[in-house]
T-cell receptor
């Protein structure tokens, strides 16, 4: 089955800096890669996703890149703000019925002002 | 209107008791999921239903039994609760099985004492 590794487990940056979180996956059949943000006491919320036919996707200060050959995808947050502080999860799925999103172990991002 | 709602938000109970968690989604999605988040924040799939049919049943003790009376509802019943069942349980839904963005509920924090 799919295995998703996520690094780093914790990340501390100054406000205005960039943050990068990296994930690798094991199943070459995976074709959907979402990123979730979980704030304290809340459920994970989808912030951006990418499919395997696309190499990069951007939404304002957030971008995701995908390298299918290396089975590697990354989340980039630019101009970080204190409200970006949260736990971020990457996930992967092959999109087939009978499978579900497999999550990485999460990255706790702290943005200090 | 909350898209995916879970009740209760908090549940404290003694070992050996039986308890249920309810989930409802008003997004018109066909697929619903139960995930368990442990103390280290790891999100692990437990069950998935597509249009009332069980399609994913991960290695979960038989004490856990999901029930889907209709495609908008997915409940989780747990028998003979154990200390190790303490966790946050998240319900989620998606338009299709196996892929697409999931919408998560806000979670049920279960504490077994």
């Amino acid at each position: 089955g799919e295995n998703v590794e996520q690094h780093p487990s914790t990340l501390s940056v100054q406000e205005g800096d960039s943050a990068v979180i990296k994930c690798t996956y094991s199943d070459s059949a995976s074709n959907y890669f979402p990123w979730y943000k979980q704030e304290l006491g809340k459920g994970p919320q989808l912030i951006i996703d990418i499919r395997s036919n696309v190499g990069e996707k951007k939404d304002q200060r957030i971008a995701v890149t995908l390298n299918k050959t290396a089975k590697h995808f990354s989340l980039h947050i630019t101009e970080t703000q204190p409200e970006d502080s949260a736990v971020y999860f990457c996930a992967a799925s092959d999109g087939q019925a009978g499978t579900a999103l497999i999550f990485g172990k999460g990255t706790t991002l702290s943005v200090s002002s | 209107d909350t898209a995916v709602s879970q009740t209760p938000k908090y549940l404290v109970t003694q070992m050996g008791n039986d308890k249920s968690i309810k989930c409802e989604q008003n997004l018109g999605h066909d697929t619903m999921y139960w995930y368990k988040q442990d103390s280290k924040k790891f999100l692990k799939i437990m069950f998935s239903y597509n249009n009332k049919e069980l399609i994913i049943n991960e290695t979960v003790p038989n004490r856990f039994s999901p029930k889907s009376p209709d495609k908008a509802h997915l409940n989780l019943h747990i028998n003979s609760l154990e200390l190790g069942d303490s966790a946050v349980y998240f319900c989620a839904s998606s338009q299709n099985p196996g892929g697409g963005g999931y919408t998560f509920g806000s979670g049920t924090r279960l504490t077994v004492v």
